[in-house]
């Protein structure tokens, strides 16, 4: 079987992924949050695993990711939780997280694990791109996981071209020099650099993240990109609304 | 053994550079010049008249006659706490500013715990008339009052932790974020020999002025450039790695870390690292910390803030797993018992952090001809108001 990740970038349209933490708002709601999401139209999902200290995400995900942790959230339960989710389920799942739960759980076994359950990709951005090469490319592969690479507006055109070469599913182009939620709308800096990642022809498709939050800069996103990641926003809809009020925040993107 | 660091940026299987592509660019490019920097002519020239005229180099090696009395030794103490600021800490920020100037950046970031770092960090931007931001946590800004005002009163913005802990972890993970969130212009002044390679080796090297000058002052005095045993106390671990840098290699001395036990090691509330931790990533290393089974880093206690962190640096982490070093850890009762004992013997008020070294005479006894060399890495004024609680000294 094909991955998941790779037919979807098929699809002829601009994909929307959606990010939420595991474990919030409460504890349960994760299996319910995909379902919806999917049956709300939603093309991937990134699937937070929760981290305590984590660094690249600005308040909105910090704070999401202490609760999760504080309601009992840990790699385990959610392994637990998405035992059947493929039953119901078809759309891209990613698992999103820092590396030392990996570590701790194991690579090996967290990647077959993710394996069994259908989990199509990781993206762990503190899992820097040599240490992957040497050492758990191998364990990835084996287990039929895509590993997704960040870049940022900083990248040298030269690492750019080597991400690419390592990547095989999508590259995860962070829109700003930001950390996950903090930057209003985008402007002209922004869409300089979409156009200059767009001019590289690079072998893998773009889906862009960080301050994606509504229908405009959904729009803005991915007049070049193949898709756009939308967490932060969706996490404060989910705070705000409730976990019943899924496909209203999907109607108002796309 | 080889105890420095590896061209790759590992001690062992400790190190390296686990951090987001954000980060990238500027940790790559320190990695790539910081070696070549600090060597140049002109920058040693820069640096050490800085050390000199600025903060007071060579720090005092000092003959603690009473308390080698008591204790059944010859102690030496390095006098870390009469550099300018109080600490060892300048000497790092001293290097990392003429760093940051070289490498064309206009604005300062830094984290502290005690306050020493931070207040090191706002000295040197106030002396180079840059702009200087300290991510502090809520808890330790509360704790450490005084080098909070001296911050604010060189210049700096100091920006409360609030998240976690709201102590150095968390301090940390700000001062990062905001990184993130200025790559360009910003440099990141990292206090401790934790953190992203080059940082470890970069702190450790600006730090290791103090075993150099152990090593001509010690010859002076005993005749002998190696003492038996060098003792450090260790949070996240820069004083420790400057005062072992110049004897990592000499087999003949014996190098002791002491940890903070807080309320003792198996209370729930310690940050005694090489007890309780195991290897995971922290800070965009790989190195022993604190954490779950789960992965989850733990939150650390000690009465010392700035020894109140989850891990330790990577060089650290490798001399504990060498066996290199022999590891104690002393709790707050045993570090302030020693504070208060320093100070009734010999005239000298330490940090609480110091304190902990001075622990060690409380967990293992020395021959009558061992030379133990101290680092007493701060002094005390910062702590007064925790002494004075303690002690019921008011």
């Given amino acids: 079987m094909t991955n998941r990740i790779n037919d979807k970038m098929q699809e002829n349209k601009k994909l929307l992924s959606i990010y939420f933490t595991a474990g919030y708002p409460s504890i349960n709601d994760t299996v319910q949050i995909i379902q919806d999401l999917e049956n709300s139209g939603v093309d991937m999902i990134e699937i937070g695993l929760p981290f305590s200290d984590p660094l690249a995400d600005g308040p909105t995900i910090q704070e999401s990711s202490t609760a999760a942790l504080k309601n009992g959230m840990t790699t385990e339960t959610l392994f637990e939780q998405l035992k059947d989710i493929r039953k119901s389920v078809t759309i891209p799942l990613i698992i999103m997280g820092y590396f030392n739960p990996v570590l701790q759980y194991g690579v090996e076994a967290f990647c077959k694990k993710c394996e069994e359950i259908g989990i199509d990709g990781l993206i762990l951005p503190d899992l820097p791109l040599d240490v992957y090469e040497a050492e758990y490319k191998s364990i990835f592969k084996k287990n039929g996981l895509i590993n997704v690479f960040l870049i940022t507006p900083q990248t040298s055109d030269e690492r750019i071209q080597q991400i690419d070469e390592a990547s095989d599913g999508f590259i995860y182009m962070v829109s700003s020099a930001s950390v996950t939620g903090s930057k209003e709308g985008f402007g002209n800096e922004q869409t300089a650099y979409f156009e200059r990642i767009a001019a590289m022809n690079l072998k893998n498709p773009q889906v862009v993240g960080f301050g994606i939050k509504d229908s405009e800069t959904f729009q803005t996103a991915t007049k070049n990109a193949k898709g756009a990641i939308i967490g932060s926003a969706f996490i404060k809809h989910l705070t705000k609304e409730g976990v019943n009020a899924i496909p209203e925040f999907i109607q108002t993107i796309y | ?394």
């Fill in chain 2, 1 to 394: 053994m080889k105890y420095h660091v590896n061209e790759k940026g590992y001690y062992g299987e400790f190190g390296g550079a686990f951090i987001p592509e954000m980060l990238y660019p500027n940790v790559e490019e320190l990695r790539q010049k910081y070696l070549e920097i600090m060597y140049e002519d002109s920058f040693q020239k820069e640096f050490h008249q800085l050390l000199k005229d600025y903060v007071g180099r060579p720090s005092p090696l000092y003959f603690a006659k009473r308390l080698s009395e008591k204790h059944g030794c010859k102690i030496y103490l390095k006098r870390e706490d009469l550099n300018h600021t109080g600490a060892h800490k300048v000497n790092n920020t001293i290097g990392q500013i003429l760093m940051a100037k070289k490498l064309g950046k206009t604005r300062i970031i830094a984290e502290t715990g005690a306050g020493q770092h931070g207040v090191a960090t706002a000295t040197v931007c106030a002396l180079m008339g840059m702009e200087c931001i300290v991510y502090m946590g809520e808890i330790d800004i509360a704790r450490q009052a005084p080098n909070v005002a001296r911050m604010k009163m060189l210049g700096a913005t100091v920006r409360p932790a609030l998240s976690g802990s709201r102590t150095l972890k968390d301090a940390t993970n700000e001062a990062i974020r905001d990184w993130i969130n200025n790559p360009v212009d910003t440099h990141y002044i990292i206090g401790s020999a934790i953190g992203p390679h080059p940082y470890p080796d970069m702190v450790t090297r600006f730090q290791s002025i103090i075993s150099e000058e152990i090593k001509w002052q010690l010859k002076e005095k005993e005749g002998r450039e190696n003492p038996d045993y060098v003792v450090a106390c260790i949070g996240g671990g820069s004083n420790a790695a400057g005062t072992y840098y110049h004897f990592l290699d000499e087999k003949e001395v014996g190098i002791i870390a002491v940890e903070a036990a807080g309320k003792g090691v198996d209370s729930g509330e310690s940050a005694a690292t090489s007890a309780l931790g195991k290897i995971g990533i922290i800070h965009g290393c790989k190195t022993m910390l604190m954490q779950t089974p789960d992965g989850q880093i733990t939150e650390p206690y000690s009465i010392s803030a700035g020894l109140d962190y989850p891990g330790v640096g990577p060089m650290h982490s490798h001399l504990y797993q060498t066996a290199r070093a022999e590891f104690y850890s002393a709790t707050d009762d045993e570090a302030m018992t020693a504070g208060l004992e320093l100070s009734q013997l010999e005239g000298i008020i330490p940090a609480i952090e110091s304190g902990h070294a001075f622990a060690i005479f409380q967990h293992k006894t020395f021959k009558p001809d061992d030379v133990v060399v101290m680092s007493l890495s701060g002094r005390g004024d910062k702590d007064l108001n925790t002494y004075i609680d303690y002690f019921k000294l008011a």
